[in-house]
């Protein structure tokens, strides 16, 4: 697909300069340089600057090393790599307790809350996935692999081999084990999104527990000893009954909530009748390009495409242009 690496999250432009991250010495000069910056993230949510033009993109907020917040609360740390020569790394500073905390919002389906640090005016910590559409797209990217690499360190700190407690390595790119010697490494879960058409009509779904008319396209992890193909098939016969021909891939999304990578398939369906798994889908249905349309300009309450950032709506409104190719 000509444009799928406009996908929110896929901007993979930023030099992460891997080839520094074994070479500690060099990465300690790197984060000596006043120049260094770190962006913070607080229970995965990133520091952005409040200020923005109108229509402008929220920028990430990115903070001296040295800064004050960052000394006092920052746990691990990841080097992201490289920025007009200055190093970037992402710092969880996730033991600093907000004042202002709604535990309700932090637990909804997107957390539109904003969390204010002291001495930081104008900055705030929000979540990636309810601020989506306003997300910079060259820095959507960074703040991805910042959430996911640091969400991984949070849930891996002991060794999957042994059970001893691990310790970060190579600029935060790898757990190693003092124990058995056992390596860990980020961990990234394929997760097929498939586009289901059959004629002018797309398969949608939602989920029990989605915003009231939300509906998007049906999706499920991959397994081990299966190709994207198998599981696109297997995922759209076991949730709707729909037995799926041709297979082929369309773009992918980086999706780290907490380490998924959705990867966009356009299936062909071999039948049309529905037969719905309810433990996994609330509903399914079939949907023409013109209520497509009508759900993407928001002239239907009752049918709420995937929100805008999301790769199911990436690929719902290529398929109403007629753009897959
Ligand atoms: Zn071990």
Same mark, same amino acid.
């Given at each position: ?16 300069a891997?080839?520094? &991250? ?85 637990? &909804? ?77 980020? &961990? ?18 939602r989920q ?20 994207l ?14 037995a ?77 242009a007629?753009?897959?190719?």
């Amino acid at each position: 697909m000509r444009d799928a690496e406009q996908v929110l999250f896929a901007g993979g432009g930023h030099d992460r300069a891997a080839q520094l &991250r074994g070479d500690e010495a060099r990465l300690a000069a790197l984060a000596a340089d006043p120049a260094a910056r770190a962006l913070p993230l607080w229970r995965g949510k990133a520091l952005v600057s409040e200020a923005r033009e109108e229509g402008g993109f929220l920028r990430l907020a990115w903070l001296p090393l040295d800064h004050p917040f960052v000394a006092e609360h920052g746990g691990d740390r990841v080097f992201l790599g490289l920025a007009d020569g200055a190093a970037r790394f992402a710092v969880d500073v996730s033991g600093w307790e907000a004042p202002d905390l709604d535990a309700a919002a932090m637990g &909804r389906f997107a957390d539109g809350s904003l969390n204010r640090p002291p001495g930081l005016e104008g900055r705030a910590f929000a979540e990636l996935r309810a601020h989506m559409g306003m997300l910079d797209p060259e820095e959507a990217g960074v703040a991805a692999t910042a959430k996911g690499v640091l969400g991984w360190h949070a849930t891996h700190g002991f060794c999957a081999r042994c059970g001893a407690a691990s310790r970060a390595a190579e600029g935060g790119w790898r757990r190693a084990c003092p124990e058995c010697g056992g390596q860990h490494f980020p &961990r990234t879960d394929p997760v097929v999104i498939m586009l289901v058409t059959r004629g002018q009509s797309v398969l949608i779904g939602r989920q029990a527990g989605w915003p009231e008319g939300m509906h998007s396209l049906l999706a499920g992890f991959v397994e081990p000893g299966e190709s994207l193909e198998a599981a696109v098939r297997r995922e759209t016969f076991e949730e709707a009954g729909i037995a799926v021909g041709r297979v082929t891939y369309l773009a992918s999304q980086p999706w780290p909530f907490p380490s998924s990578l959705m990867i966009g398939c356009h299936g062909e369906a071999l039948d049309a009748e529905i037969r719905l798994d309810p433990v996994e889908l609330e509903a399914a249905r079939w949907a023409t390009r013109e209520e497509i349309l009508a759900g993407l300009s928001g002239r239907d309450p009752a049918l709420r495409p995937a929100r805008r950032g999301a790769i199911a709506r990436f690929l719902l409104e290529r398929w109403v242009a007629d753009a897959l190719a």
